[in-house]
């Protein structure tokens, strides 16, 4: 089976380490930037991204902004992605959705959950 690739987008490289070494350990390759910015630009020139963990919460452009502009990339229309947030308040999760993404997983991530949302690509 091929492994999957996922973009991880995080402004801080400590979540990015945690994220990368338990995603790599589960065979999947990882690609990592800190900003939404740099995301937009790895996925307009990467077409073998199965999935983006897109930080909602980021200076200049937040996950909120950069979700609809990854979608509307013609190559990533369909490239599955997961709103990580702490924000774990009633209706954070139906905005995270309403913004475009395909799932939403709060922090401290639970590992396993993020293993059986990562399954579904």
Do not use: W
Request: some cysteine; aromatic content about 4%.
């Amino acid at each position: 089976m091929e492994k999957k690739k996922v973009l991880i987008v995080d402004d801080d490289s400590r979540n990015i380490f945690a994220l990368v070494n338990t995603l790599k350990a589960k065979s999947f390759d990882c690609l990592s930037c800190l900003s939404a910015e740099e995301a937009l630009k790895i996925l307009a020139n990467d077409n073998s991204i199965d999935a983006v963990l897109m930080d909602m919460m980021m200076p200049e452009m937040d996950g909120y902004e950069a979700i609809p502009l990854i979608k509307a990339i013609p190559s990533q229309e369909n490239t599955f992605v997961v709103a990580v947030t702490a924000q774990a308040m009633a209706g954070d999760q139906e905005k995270c959705l309403q913004a475009g993404a395909d799932a939403y997983i709060s922090k401290p991530v639970d590992v396993d959950k993020l293993l059986h949302i990562l399954g579904e690509i």
